[in-house]
């Protein structure tokens, strides 16, 4: 299934002008967007404040902490009325180990219509750290097993249940106690005692990530350690969900990327994928997950197989598609449509009708219950490239409107998710900035980072070396992350992709060029299963990874530089520089990816030196990698400083990276 279609057709008025005479370049397209923006007379200054008439969207701070109560009767303030034959309890998990997931079963006596309605039945756990004295409520969820066939959902297996989970932070002894809320009602069961064991001191725990508080370009673990993304998307399977965890002696997409150097992927709840609600199989119905049990229990899968490879996932959990009739338009399968028994006329409408509102708050709960306290989950993200939707009649109302939904959605996340609350994100195309939706998400403070999808085709040729330093730096005015979560040569598909670039240099080029935008993370490559897997192209990962192993990002403080060449005509330097490690991107940038043959056969550069009178004081130990990992070099004898105008470059193709570690100190 081809995901992008709008970079080769323009299929609206805007896209005519964005692929037509419009803007040349990223900075074009910015200003154009910001420029578009004032005409309207949005403020794209600070979206956090945005109004509409038209959205009945209930106060967030008078929603329950966990759902919207249930509507009938008035029980919102009574007390919980203990009654332990309300509830039976499965087993009692005696492996719960701290920094990983920990999971207990129960059932209750009572048969709502829909359990994952909280209107309806509001299933919340409170869980206490008896020796810390803390404690928090997590949402519980409606499951149902599944008998594990080679790694797939086979048969539904066994009664319906509700679990909960919950990821303790510390060894020693926990409490669990149900509450439940109806409309007549509310119920709590007697407290459950586990004992959590301490994590093995060689597996341990460095928390969830979250941005850096001082260097706000770069994510850390909450320990302290660092974190920087190296992977690619890897949103939905082909056959089965063993597309990702492997079967039998095929390892999986998973596997093949942690074996070679990556630590992060980025996965849609795409409708023919893990999306817990859409208008198929037979049963379905807006709102009850009952009918897509099966891919929950495959997401499960995904997130226990990322956890033990070390890979962390950003899980998004709408795409454009779904509410779009002209980019990669799924609006007429859509259950929210009237045609297929919903209550909308317009995909549109999904963004300010308050029943919609209400469902989307309930599937939100519902994925914070199930996979919020997964240890791999890195960050949540509302939608994929939101600007694809349809537009407003009105269209100077389209940042006003996504600006709002993102604000209360994204506040709604933080909420629920507690006490975790991990980071939450959006996405927009190339596309988005013309309509001021950079300005109305990535401003918003319960946006933790901001990220950048670009493509380009036969016509707009993605300029990678000039276009990604330009996006970076554009996007740096949010003052936070910006991750590089889409890049591509050519956005119709792989085989386009082939066409403009057979040696894969352009592939190359998108994962190393972020990095010195600086950007938080590695360049991510949409064509996963079509593109990387059956070429092989794993191996371009870990070269970089490679290269910045170890690096502390935050604490570096990196500054940007271009030193100087003897070859200033096909030779550019792109460099970062920091208190106790710079690195150094020389590439022949007179070689262009779509010039290249499927005989990759690039220039041989020799004899070119690089000057590094930009380096910070001090001595410095040199070592150059082949960015592409096929051979090694020696450590530079002795050590390098900012004296050094022409040092050596080995004989290289295409490109070549240099890593200097100071050996005197920080600065």
């Known amino acids: 299934m081809l995901k992008k279609t709008v970079a080769i057709g323009c299929v609206t008025l805007i896209l005519a002008l964005a692929c037509g005479s419009g803007p040349d370049s990223p900075d074009d397209a910015i200003d154009a967007g910001q420029d578009a923006v004032e005409d309207t007379g949005i403020d794209s200054g600070d979206k956090d404040t945005f109004e509409l008439d038209s959205i009945d969207d209930p106060d967030i701070a008078q929603i329950d902490a966990f759902g919207d109560v249930p509507s009938d009767g008035d029980v919102a303030d009574l007390p919980y009325t203990v009654n332990p034959d309300f509830f039976q309890f499965g087993p009692i998990p005696t492996d719960c180990v701290s920094g990983a997931r920990c999971e207990v079963a129960f059932t209750i006596d009572a048969e709502p219509d829909n359990p994952f309605d909280p209107g309806e039945i509001m299933v919340d756990v409170e869980i206490s750290d008896v020796t810390q004295g803390d404690s928090f409520t997590r949402p519980a969820f409606y499951y149902q097993g599944f008998v594990d066939n080679d790694g797939a959902p086979g048969q539904q297996y066994g009664t319906p249940e509700w679990r909960v989970r919950f990821r303790p932070d510390t060894a020693g002894a926990w409490t669990v106690t149900v509450l439940t809320t109806t409309a007549d009602d509310r119920i709590s069961s007697n407290q459950v005692e586990i004992e959590v064991l301490s994590r093995p001191l060689e597996s341990p725990w460095h928390g969830q990530i979250v941005r850096h508080d001082t260097d706000r370009r770069y994510l850390i673990f909450e320990d302290g350690a660092p974190f920087f993304p190296v992977g690619e998307n890897m949103c939905w399977w082909n056959a089965d969900v063993t597309d990702y965890t492997g079967l039998g002696d095929e390892p999986g997409w998973m596997r093949k990327l942690a074996d070679n150097g990556g630590n992060f992927i980025r996965l849609w709840m795409a409708t023919w994928g893990f999306s817990p609600e859409w208008s198929y199989p037979e049963g379905s119905r807006l709102g009850d997950y009952s009918a897509r049990q099966d891919r929950a229990w495959a997401l499960d899968r995904v ?3 990322a956890d033990e490879l070390g890979l962390m996932v950003q899980l998004c959990m709408f795409s454009h598609g779904q509410f779009s009739t002209q980019n990669n338009p799924e609006w007429d399968a859509n ?8 209550f909308l006329n317009d995909p549109r409408d999904f963004f300010t009708d308050p029943e919609a509102m209400r469902l989307t708050r309930n599937r939100l709960r519902y994925i914070v219950a199930r996979w919020g306290a997964e240890p791999a989950l890195m960050a949540w993200e509302l939608f994929n490239e939101i600007d694809l939707t349809d537009i407003p009649e009105d269209a100077s109302q389209f940042a006003v409107i996504q600006g709002e939904w993102h604000r209360t959605m994204a506040a709604w996340l933080k909420r629920i998710d507690a006490p975790y609350r991990h980071m939450v994100t959006s996405s927009i195309s190339s596309f988005g900035t013309f309509w001021g939706l950079d300005e109305a998400v990535f401003s918003l403070d319960d946006i933790d980072f901001a990220q950048v999808h670009h493509y380009g085709n036969e016509v707009l040729r993605f300029n990678i070396v000039d276009e990604v330093p330009r996006l970076a730096q554009s996007y740096a005015r949010f003052d936070k992350p910006v991750f590089f979560a889409e890049l591509g040569v050519h956005s119709a598909g792989p085989a386009e992709t082939a066409a403009i670039d057979p040696s894969f240099i352009g592939l190359h080029d998108l994962i190393w060029a972020p990095v010195f935008g600086p950007s938080a993370g590695s360049g991510m490559t949409w064509w996963w299963d079509n593109y990387i897997d059956p070429n092989d192209q794993y191996y371009q990962f870990k070269a970089l990874a490679d290269f910045v192993a170890g690096i502390d990002w935050a604490l570096e403080a990196f500054v940007t530089a271009r030193p100087d060449t003897s070859d200033t005509t096909n030779l550019t330097a792109f460099a970062l520089y920091g208190n106790t490690t710079a690195l150094v991107w020389v590439k022949n940038t007179a070689e262009d990816y779509s010039t290249l043959t499927e005989a990759a056969d690039p220039a041989f550069i020799e004899g070119a030196t690089l000057d590094l009178s ?6 410095w130990n040199a070592q150059w990698f082949d960015s592409f990992g096929y051979t090694s070099h020696a450590r530079v004898e002795g050590t390098v400083d900012h004296t ?16 200097l570690s100071r050996t005197d100190g920080a600065r």
């Open 335 to 342: 259950p929210y449509n009237v045609s297929n028994g919903g």
């Open 303 to 305: 997130f226990e197989r």
């Open 614 to 619: 930009g380096l910070p004081d001090g001595n």
């Open 644 to 659: 050094v105008t022409a040092l050596p470059v080995p004989g290289f193709s295409h490109d070549i990276a240099l890593r």
